[in-house]
């Protein structure tokens, strides 16, 4: 099992950036792909980004493709999420997850373990 804690999150105007933090601890030996998802009210948690823990590919969706970079620091066990030019959009709460085998990067259903969720707040 591998525990997730995200932050970093916070209430901004549209145009700023955040980055968020996540913090990876105990079997992360086990992980094979990283992913920040995050869920708006009433909606569907939707997939935002992912990083292969051993190389250097990443996946983002087209809603924040060119706006927000996901990056990994195996050393210190942790994944970011830098978030550039920010929509009122972008607006939810943002959870990490840590995928142990195989399936879709970009389906919730395949990760294992999720952390608690950061708030994300875009104002116009």
């Known amino acids: 099992q591998v525990h997730l804690v995200e932050s970093g999150g916070g209430s901004v105007q549209a145009g700023d950036s955040l980055r968020l933090s996540c913090a990876a601890s105990g079997r992360t030996f086990s992980t094979s792909i990283m992913g920040w998802f995050r869920q708006a009210p009433g909606k569907a948690r939707e997939f935002v980004a992912a990083i292969n823990w051993n190389d250097d590919n990443t996946y983002y969706s087209d809603s924040v493709k060119g706006r927000f970079t996901i990056s990994r620091d195996n050393a210190k066990n942790r994944v970011y999420l830098q978030m550039n030019n920010l929509k009122p959009e972008d607006t939810a709460v943002y959870y990490c997850?840590?995928?142990?085998?195989?399936?879709?990067?970009?389906?919730?259903?395949?990760?294992?373990?999720w952390g608690q969720g950061t708030q994300v707040t875009v104002s116009s």
């Open positions: 997850a840590a995928r142990y085998g195989s399936g879709r990067y970009f389906q919730a259903l395949s990760y294992d373990s």
